[in-house]
């Protein structure tokens, strides 16, 4: 899963972006789980990476020896999401959540197939984070679309205001790792809105995780900006 700064190469999901490495040809990389860490720590994305790498691994190798193009796997996860609006519209809320896992497996594994085939480049790095940002956009917009034939107005607002700030998230760290080097403060990305979408579908608690994920994405645009304040104020105090 991307995470909401684009990453300018794709090279699997939170690697280094090294245009001019070199990869090894198809078949001699083995699909092994990579973790990523933070201060020496796992994050809770990387771990469940982890986790979901064993059983994807064949998969993953399947795609690596077909040679299937990693955009072409992106745009198959977008399609799945569409599916998954759909279903949330229709307030099939259990059925919307398998099709999120579905969308998600696709999400994640066109980053390893890149790295691994070599076909990891800055327009697969771009793509990746647009098509991100559509199929969120796709989710948010059926639970809009099943509020308002619910006439319930007040989920109605709550919804796009959640659709929102979610778009504000992305564009804040973007926008701020232009002025600054990295903007990843905050308590809601990608990750953490896919896995509170699939919480929100499996219990049929949908509504409170539209509040939970209004709440936290609003914070995380409140902490982006102060870092970036924060830090352009030091750059002058440095001068």
Request: aromatic share 10%; glycine share 8%; proline share 3%.
């Amino acid at each position: 899963m991307h995470r909401d700064g684009e990453t300018p190469v794709r090279q699997g999901r939170g690697a280094e972006a090294v245009p001019h490495a070199h990869v090894p040809p198809a078949g001699l990389q083995e699909a092994t789980p990579t973790l990523h860490y933070i201060d020496g720590q796992m994050t809770f994305t990387s771990a469940v990476g982890a986790i979901f790498m064993f059983p994807l691994s064949g998969i993953i190798r399947l795609c690596v020896a077909l040679r299937i193009h990693p955009n072409v796997l992106t745009f198959i996860g977008v399609c799945i999401n569409l599916a998954a609006a759909w279903a949330l519209g229709r307030g099939r809320f259990f059925l919307a959540g398998i099709i999120i896992v579905a969308a998600n497996l696709f999400d994640f594994i066109d980053g390893k197939v890149a790295h691994q085939t070599g076909m990891a480049s800055e327009f697969g790095g771009f793509w990746d984070s647009v098509m991100d940002r559509f199929s969120d956009l796709a989710l948010f917009l059926g639970l809009v679309y099943l509020y308002a034939s619910l006439q319930r107005a007040d989920y109605v607002l709550v919804t796009a205001l959640a659709m929102t700030f979610t778009v504000l998230t992305s564009y804040a760290r973007a926008r701020a790792e232009s002025l600054i080097d990295k903007c990843k403060v905050g308590f809601m990305e990608r990750p953490e809105r896919i896995v509170l979408f699939m919480i929100g579908a499996f219990t049929n608690r949908m509504a409170a995780v539209l509040w939970v994920i209004l709440v936290l994405s609003m914070l995380t645009v409140a902490a982006r900006i102060y870092h970036t304040w924060r830090e352009l104020e030091g750059r002058k105090v440095m001068a």
